[in-house]
């Protein structure tokens, strides 16, 4: 909590900064948000003995979102807290500030070195996201993961930085000075998707005596040539992703987070209906350096029988030849076919289901997630999740009996 | 004399260079004229007078509010902010950025299109949930856009060079003449064979398009209602009002004021400023 307090006041700090210049001058405002509640239906009793037995789980959530801009367009401000309350899992529980940055940009003086570059300063809390596939963010890094929202690992915690954005005729580069690490969410002891042990997050160990201080760095060139979109990038610093270490008195699973240094590529090839894909990258951690990769194509068939709906088809292969030593990762051979129904319609339906299945194991994880607006604000989400052929010696095994299916109502204003 | 001499084997060569590469695309150059009919020739000039009043306007930018309607009656509405970089070159297209504030579930969802003449356009979408950036396939041109009775190629194909043309008549419109040109898209995946379009004779503006779809029977018709002229040069049509013929559904479009010389650049238009919109 005193690391979230901390998130409020700079964002606060950060928005104060906005605020005051905005007072005076003709700027605008925009508030909007969302509410939502959750119900989780679970279709096995939970696992491990420690775990809440009730197959149901309500949850409420809240995310406003205050933005600035200037009169004249060249500054601007985000502030965009976020809070769940869940009925049976305390560290579900939780408040985080997604977004509280102040950003300043414009042109590089006439005649400097830099003579004719937009630039954008940015320095707050802020999410930062790289990527092309689906199936894994491989090369996402800037940000946290915020496990406790969602296994899909696509909720993100607000990381705390100073980014320097300079566009050139040649392309994007972002700097990225990141000086305050966030601890990964991990669910608590009465929550389901947990290890046999559950993960005393609070207190995490570091190799890096600045411990959560230490000052990470991330450099990322981005640009488009034609049909290929490519991004390649730098980073070096805490690793995201904790080993779990058993704690001394047996009782916990303590994070620990080692520094790394890491080169990312991304690439997008777009031609006709096909998108191809590539995500990789080379990391220096704990152990022996290691390469990771999901790479793959997404393919649409518009306007299918005549009707306004689009049919996508999605396959990626994902390679990781991590030692055993580094943190676990479910991505290492793996065959993800997917497909995505869209509608087009007024309520913009849409309906993505897709299976994951290991190369080795045969662990099989099946994912289905449905959408559709109700009127101008409401939004009905539907999810389901199952794993299959987990044995108990498989990192899936922990959540063999967490099966379930999710309803979401958000009100959005 | 001598120097005269060399002047005019100088212009001789340059003469003979000038002809010999005419030699080597005068094939497909007279094919070209060869088969334009004058009705042809009469159409495209029509369109081309059309689209050159327009020229100059540089930058500009307008609220939009679209308003879906089902054959019920029942309407669902969505609004945006079009901004729109005019390309000089006439062999590339222009450049636009559509930033949707309503329904609030998309708000922050950006579209930036870099429009080609025949080549699939550069699209790229941006989701805010994410803050992804997304390039997406510009194949989809007939596809609607977010759900309304608006195909994506009735946004990007207003480019003069997209069609060949045919003149058909000229016909009372309203208070104006009109003359009606057919035009046939170029570009491919199109989901017309065909548009009949009414282009008034005073301002020579778009007053109506009727779009015939793959089986070349009537699918929509377009009417651009309450144009209004900026700077004494640039019509704007404020209303444009799609009807879909075949399912009775119809989706409005009402824009605000256009903000002309905004002071927008290139660099207003890469994917890496879609993060960076709000």
Known sequence: ?413 | MKQRNIFSATLLFVASIASFSQLLISPALAATIEEKTPEEVKGFDIAARSDRSDRGFGDSEAEMTMVLRNAAGQEASRTMRFTTLEIPDESVGDKSLVLFSTPRDIEGTALLSHAKMLDPDDQWLYLPALKRVKRISSRNKSGPFVGSEFAFEDFTASELNKFTYKYLREEACGELQCDVVERFPRYENSGYTKQISWVDTTDYQIRKIAFYDRRDSLLKELKFEDYRQYADTYWRSHRLVMKNMQTNKSTDLVYGEYKFGVGLTDSDFVKGRLSRLR
């Open chain 1, 1 to 413: 909590m005193k690391d979230t307090f901390r998130q409020f006041l700079l964002g606060l700090v950060m928005l104060s900064v906005g605020c005051g210049v905005a007072v005076a001058s003709d700027s605008e405002w925009d508030l909007s948000g969302n509410t939502a509640l959750q119900l989780r239906g679970f279709s096995q009793n939970a696992l491990w003995p420690e775990q809440n037995s009730s197959d149901a789980e309500v949850s409420l959530s809240g995310e406003w979102e205050v933005r600035w801009r200037s009169e004249e367009g060249d500054q601007r401000a985000s502030f965009i807290p976020f809070a769940r309350w869940d009925e049976n899992d305390d560290e579900r529980t939780h408040m985080d500030l997604r977004e509280g940055y102040w950003a300043y940009e414009g042109t590089a003086y006439e005649g400097s070195a830099y003579d004719g570059v937009d630039f954008e300063f940015l320095v707050g809390v802020n999410k930062v996201f790289w990527g092309v596939t689906e199936s894994v963010h491989l090369v996402d890094i800037i940000n946290q993961t915020d496990l406790v929202e969602d296994i899909d690992q696509e909720d993100k915690l607000g990381q705390p930085m100073v980014n320097l954005a300079l566009q050139q005729d040649w392309g994007l580069l972002n700097i990225y000075l990141l000086p305050y690490f966030r601890e990964r969410t991990f669910p608590g002891q009465d929550g389901r998707f947990r290890a046999p042990l559950p993960v005393d997050w609070d207190d995490a160990e570091y190799e890096s005596g600045a411990e959560e201080k230490h000052m990470d760095l991330a450099l990322r060139y981005s640009h488009y040539f034609g049909d290929v979109d490519v991004g390649v990038y730098y980073f070096r610093g805490t690793n995201r992703e904790p080993r779990l270490e058993v704690s001394s008195n047996g009782q916990r699973l303590t994070p620990f987070y080692d520094q790394i240094d890491q080169l990312g590529v991304d690439v997008q090839y777009t031609k006709d209906a096909w998108l191809w894909k590539l995500e990789t990258i080379v990391r220096d951690g704990y152990d022996e350096s290691f390469m990771a990769a999901v790479g793959g194509f997404e393919y649409t068939f518009y306007q299918v029988y005549e009707s306004n709906a689009d049919i996508g088809f999605l396959m990626e292969y994902q390679y990781d030849d991590r030692s055993s030593k580094e943190p676990i990762t479910i991505a290492d051979n793996d065959l993800f076919v997917g497909g995505r129904w869209s509608l087009n319609d007024t309520q913009d339906t849409a309906l993505l289901a897709g299976v994951v299945v290991d190369d080795e194991t045969s662990e099989t994880f099946f994912n289905i997630e449905a959408e559709r607006r109700f009127g101008d604000s409401v939004v009905v989400e539907l999810r389901v999740r199952a794993i299959t052929n987990a044995e108990p010696d498989e990192p899936l095994y922990s959540f063999s009996q967490d099966d379930y299916i999710q309803l979401q109502i958000s009100r959005f204003f």
